[in-house]
């Protein structure tokens, strides 16, 4: 079993910015990436962003390039959602995911708790 803790999130002005921490524990070992995903009021839940565990190679929705950064710390086992230049249409729950080595990473097998996260105008 993997565990997800995400943190860092909160309520912040248009134009601002927030830093997203997902804290894994367990067998680590046994996942694939680490993904970001969203999922605001009255919208489906999306892809942000993702990062492959071991070589850190990532991937970014459309909507988030430029502004959003993932990063990792191994040694922590902690990845880092860097959010700049933050929109009101960025309000939502954040939730990062993992899928286990060789499942689909549209179905990740292990999910965090969510942390809110509201962009005012």
């Known amino acids: 079993q993997v565990q997800l803790v995400e943190s860092g999130g909160g309520l912040v002005q248009a134009g601002g910015s927030l830093r997203l921490s997902c804290a894994a524990s367990?067998?680590?070992?046994?996942?694939?990436?680490i993904l970001w995903f969203r999922q605001g009021p009255g919208k489906e839940r999306e892809f942000v962003t993702s990062?492959?565990?071991?070589?850190?190679?990532?991937y970014y929705a459309d909507s988030v390039k430029g502004r959003f950064t993932i990063s990792r710390d191994n040694a922590k086992n902690t990845v880092y959602l860097q959010m700049n230049s933050l929109k009101p249409e960025d309000t939502a729950v954040y939730y990062c995911?993992?899928?286990?080595?060789?499942?689909?990473?549209?179905?990740?097998?292990?999910w965090g708790q969510g942390t809110q996260v509201t962009v005012s105008s």
């Open positions: 995911a993992a899928p286990r080595t060789g499942s689909s990473w549209s179905r990740p097998d292990y």
């Open positions: 367990g067998r680590t070992f046994s996942i694939d990436a």
């Open positions: 990062i492959s565990w071991s070589g850190g190679i990532t």
